[in-house]
């Protein structure tokens, strides 16, 4: 047997030990098991994945997660302490632990009971098509239309490996629907103990004029994998903002994309920290697909150890897309002569009247900025620890949730100060 039919064969097992579902939910799972398996996993051969190897994903045997235990259910305020001071949904491997809390006026929240609501605008990739195959709970959300929810909505996201011999496989799927006019703000953590492995796709459609909020934290365990995707269909002037927060995770790769109607304004905003053998991967796409859409993109990312990071930004501007205003901006910073960067920012331009501006750097800590905080009494592991958490905090300061910027600010303050001491 080939490796490749061995892989498959793995989940072929996984994919018919699933429990019996409903038959708008089976007929999703068949069409997409059928899907993965003509389009197998990606390979470095491929564009997209040139320097990302899944092969940790791919040769691995998982199984199913679990249902949660008693404790799991309570590890949320443990391993995802920071709060939103709104709304909390918790997923334990997958599954809502708990009533759903009482909502405000406009807002619908739970689990997806239909297919009909279902968009699947999300690319047809191997991985988005893994998820469809695994259905089982759906995080939805629909704000109607004129309705502003005031705090925000946080979906944590826990999965853990509770016994050696197992490897838990968890799909998180998310359906964020904003009304015409609407406003809400969605905070997505996905944390864990373990090895495991998340494969979560969240899906976001934006009426006219609607105002989406979205941030999410990746603080995986060192041992797992976590590979998402992230789409959103922007109707004629809503505005969307998305941070991204990628800490954990031993592999991670991160595909976001935005799909701009006219006069809809977009910002993409990231930042990845990685450090040891980790390796991080941001894909994102900003498709302009009508005139006057503006967008905004600062990815920044730092490395230590044998660590290793990727960013491809691409900007698509089509031939209608006129007025189109867009600049995107990658900076990293290596403090380690063992870590690796690649970068790649693209521009796609089919129109004529538009401004698009993109960068990239990598570089190293300033070394007169190191001397002039020394010259203040400062030690020098101190000095750098300082250097890198503001190089890291101009991405926390555009988080708009109180609540949560402040907490990031303490994990991240830890974490420098940790660095500082070894």
């Not at 939103?84 to 949904?89: F, V, Y």
């Not at 918790?90 to 009971?113: D, H, I, Q, S, W």
Request: glycine share 8%; with cysteine; aromatic share 8%.
């Amino acid at each position: 047997m080939t490796a490749v039919s061995e892989q498959i064969g793995n989940w072929l097992d996984l994919f018919t030990a699933q429990p019996p579902a409903e038959a708008w939910r089976k007929e999703l799972r068949d069409g997409a098991l059928e899907r993965f398996c003509a389009l197998g996993f990606p390979t470095t051969r491929d564009e997209e994945w040139r320097f990302t190897s899944v092969a940790p994903i791919a040769r691995t045997k998982w199984s199913r997660a679990p249902h949660a235990t008693a404790g799991l259910k309570h590890a949320a305020d443990a391993l995802a302490p920071w709060s939103t001071g709104g709304i909390r949904l918790v997923f334990v491997n997958g599954r809502l632990a708990g009533p759903v809390p009482t909502l405000p006026k406009g807002l619908e929240a739970g689990l997806l009971a239909e297919r009909s609501e279902l968009n699947f605008i999300v690319p047809k990739t191997a991985f988005a098509a893994l998820n469809t195959a695994f259905l089982d709970e759906v995080a939805w959300l629909k704000v109607a239309r004129g309705a502003a929810v005031e705090i925000p909505i946080h979906l944590v996201y826990i999965a853990s490996q509770e016994q050696p011999e197992a490897l838990p496989y968890v799909a998180p799927r998310v359906l964020i629907q904003a009304g015409a006019d609407a406003h809400i703000t969605v905070v997505e953590s996905f944390v864990g103990s373990g090895a495991y492995f998340t494969n979560a796709v969240t899906e976001i459609v934006a009426g006219q004029g609607a105002v989406v909020d979205h941030y999410k934290v990746q603080r995986e365990s060192l041992d797992a994998c976590h590979v998402a995707a992230l789409e959103a269909r922007l109707g004629q002037s809503a505005n969307f903002r998305t941070h991204s927060i990628s800490l954990g995770g031993k592999l991670a790769r991160n595909d976001i994309g935005a799909v701009l109607s006219e006069g809809a304004e977009a910002t993409l905003n990231g930042l990845y920290i990685v450090n040891g053998s980790q390796h991080v991967d941001n894909h994102t796409t900003i498709d302009h697909a009508k005139p006057h859409g503006t967008s905004h993109e600062l990815y920044k990312g730092i490395l230590d150890g044998e660590s290793e990071a990727v960013f491809n930004g691409k900007i698509i501007v089509r031939q209608d897309a006129q007025k189109t205003d867009s600049k995107q901006t990658n900076k990293n910073l290596v403090l380690s002569d063992n870590a690796v960067v690649n970068t790649k920012p693209e521009l796609q331009i089919w129109a004529d009247d538009v401004r698009c501006t993109h960068g990239a750097t990598i570089g190293q800590l300033d070394d007169e900025s190191l001397f002039y905080l020394q010259s203040r009494g400062i030690g020098r592991r101190e000095a750098r620890s300082l250097l890198t958490y503001a190089f890291a905090e101009d991405i926390v300061d555009r988080i708009k949730v109180e609540s949560l910027r402040d907490s990031l600010e303490k994990v991240l303050f830890e974490k420098f100060h940790e660095h500082a001491d070894q």
